[in-house]
């Protein structure tokens, strides 16, 4: 096993050319081929990718007075606003988990990918909380979210180790704020454009096991729940490693940064390096790279995770 930290960073990166680009994407169509099983590392760059954008036009859509009241610019920072009172709070976090977990995101990059490994023996481990794998038909038992889940609200109390499904009250969030549905069932600013910036306080969640307030379900400090749903993932997650340990395994990561490096990243330069079967493949446009003692195994490609899955 080689050191990380102490460990020089090449990899085969692509240079700009198609041609280099083209070489790269035959290496990655060869060893998915070839694999086994293959093993997906997602982060919030394949989202992107797919079209959840948290800024622009997607923002102000959806968010456009909360842009004027408060000015916030995009839905990241939005998470963070300490808003006056527990009605504009679960306005807005209605809105952000509505539009980020309940609506597929606008391009096919997900079932793009399904597409490519639905046939393989696979498993995606992710920090994304936005459910787009489910969303797009991945096996919900072939993934294990880390972070959390849009999906699920949690007691502010972390004592309560269990989490709550809160589609059922975020649709009603969205219905008392004015939103309406469209031909497709998805909820839509009016057309005259009016919106409330708040919910009624009788929606306000609250944790049905001790009445507590409720939270989202995101890891953002120690008091984040691993639920038993969690816990049953993250075993099968380590099952899928420990049997293909010396198999031949795509490490697939797609659009991880260095945020959270120690979840996806190193842990699959690790997998790669300690088995002379596996291959490691990278696609994050601006950050790709690999420590050199596998580069011979592995492929980093520069470029829009959409057009390169695309392109097989």
Not at 53 to 61: A, H, N
Request: with cysteine.
């Amino acid at each position: 096993m080689f050191n990380i930290f102490g460990s020089g960073i090449s990899g085969r990166l692509i240079s700009g050319t198609q041609e280099d680009q083209d070489e790269q994407i035959r290496g990655l169509k060869s060893a998915l081929d070839q694999a086994d099983a293959v093993l997906i590392g997602a982060g919030s760059g394949l989202s992107t990718a797919a079209g959840f954008t948290y800024s622009g036009e997607r923002f102000q859509k959806y968010f456009f007075d909360f842009a004027a009241r408060y000015g916030i610019r995009d839905m990241y920072s939005g998470g963070f606003y300490p808003f006056e009172d527990a009605e504009v709070y679960w306005a807005w976090w209605s809105r952000h988990i509505y539009y980020n977990r309940y609506v597929k995101a606008p391009s096919d990059v997900y079932p793009t990918l399904l597409a490519l490994v639905k046939d393989k023996d696979y498993f995606v481990l992710t920090t994304n909380v936005d459910h787009q794998f489910q969303l797009a038909g991945f096996d919900k038992k072939r993934l294990f979210y880390t972070q959390g889940d849009y999906g699920l609200l949690q007691s502010v109390n972390p004592r309560i180790r269990k989490t709550y499904d809160n589609e059922e009250i975020i649709m009603r969030m969205m219905e008392a704020q004015g939103f309406v549905k469209d031909e497709n069932g998805i909820f839509q600013v009016p057309e005259n454009g009016s919106l409330k910036m708040r919910v009624p306080s009788e929606l306000i969640p609250k944790c049905p096991d001790d009445g507590s307030n409720m939270t989202m379900n995101l890891r953002c400090d120690n008091t984040f729940v691993e639920d038993i749903g969690w816990h049953a993932a993250q075993k099968r997650y380590h099952d899928f490693v420990r049997r293909h340990a010396t198999m031949r395994v795509l490490y697939l990561e797609l659009g991880v940064g260095m945020n959270t490096p120690v979840i996806i990243k190193y842990p699959f330069w690790q997998c790669t390096a300690a088995n002379k079967n596996a291959f490691y493949a990278c696609i994050n446009k601006g950050e790709a790279y690999c420590p050199e003692e596998i580069a011979k195994r592995s492929v980093c490609i520069d470029g829009d995770i959409g057009e390169v899955l695309k392109s097989f």
